[in-house]
């Protein structure tokens, strides 16, 4: 919720999508300093501009690339899920020793890390997006002036983007849960640190990847984009909070870094699918990350 929140602090106040709107007759907007009621920005049709607003931003979504041609996958980003194979081949050997030393130590202050590592449960950011992507899908953005249109499409199309981050790099993950097959610390004792049985869906057989660092990445991807200058906090922060999953004996070293890159580059590449079409975001000269459209620049 609360990243959401954020967003009306920094949204621009002045239009930016002049085709992003509702189908329907435009009616006159009302003044700009007069008071509007929450009757006004949700009247009643609903469902219809649900509809009409889905079906519209899933166009424009899926529309050709807009402009000089914008790649996927930068060099930038090749450097950075090189960062995290090196970073994940360092780890992988010291595993074991790790997560022996965990279970040797259990106590309080494990148990509270562990608690802490609950913060990369994707709902946690699923539902307050879900919520204020409705909330924004089913207002009348013609009725209501260019400044509130343009917040409203603000917090429809990064609302709609923190959602698909963490659902579909949570999806993704899953899948390669799968492939992958490696034990659960919980069965360390038993199995050891190496043990891996591909292509079997049991929980006890899907540490690597962790799931919730994966979802912190994402969401540490989406604030860079939000919030540029920001960038080593949201990381930095990400990273600390994904190796609770550590102390939670719910994953090894590893699986934690892996989760964490996995997250940001599914993340990235979302991002500069959209910039490419100029839906949400738009490119940014020779950098990785691109810009959120009617957010400023922080």
């Not at 990064?158 to 959602?163: I, R, T």
Request: with cysteine; glycine share 10%; hydrophobic share 50%.
């Amino acid at each position: 919720m609360p990243l959401i929140l954020l967003l009306s602090r920094v949204m621009n106040p002045h239009p930016f999508s002049q085709d992003a709107s509702h189908d329907g007759t435009a009616r006159p907007a009302q003044p700009q300093g007069q008071g509007r009621r929450l009757g006004q920005i949700w009247p009643a049709g609903h469902v219809r501009r649900l509809g009409g607003t889905i079906a519209f931003s899933w166009r424009r979504m899926w529309r050709s690339p807009v402009g000089e041609r914008y790649r996927l996958w930068p060099r930038q980003l090749s450097i950075v899920a090189l960062v995290g194979a090196v970073a994940v081949a360092i780890l992988f050997p010291f595993d074991a020793r790790v997560m022996d030393f965990v279970l040797s130590h259990r106590g309080r202050l494990t148990g509270w890390m562990a608690a802490l590592s609950q913060s990369g449960k994707s709902e946690w950011f699923l539902v307050p997006a879900l919520v204020f992507y409705l909330l924004a899908a089913t207002a009348d953005w013609r009725g209501n002036g260019h400044r509130v249109k343009s917040r409203l499409v603000t917090v429809f199309g990064q609302s709609a983007f923190l959602f698909g981050a963490v659902a579909i790099s949570g999806i993704a993950v899953n899948l390669v849960k799968i492939v992958v097959g490696r034990a659960r610390p919980w069965m360390f004792g038993e199995v050891g640190a190496y043990h891996f049985d591909p292509f079997v869906v049991s929980k006890y057989l899907s540490s690597f990847p962790s799931g919730h660092s994966t979802t912190l990445g994402a969401v540490a991807a989406v604030l860079c984009i939000w919030f540029p200058r920001q960038w080593p906090l949201f990381c930095g922060v990400g990273i600390v909070l994904s190796m609770m999953r550590v102390a939670a004996a719910a994953h090894y070293p590893s699986d934690v870094v892996a989760g964490f890159f996995f997250g940001v580059i599914v993340t990235v590449v979302m991002a500069r699918f959209l910039a490419a079409r100029r839906v949400g975001f738009r490119p940014r000269a020779g950098r990785m990350l691109p810009a959120a459209i009617g957010l400023r620049r922080r």
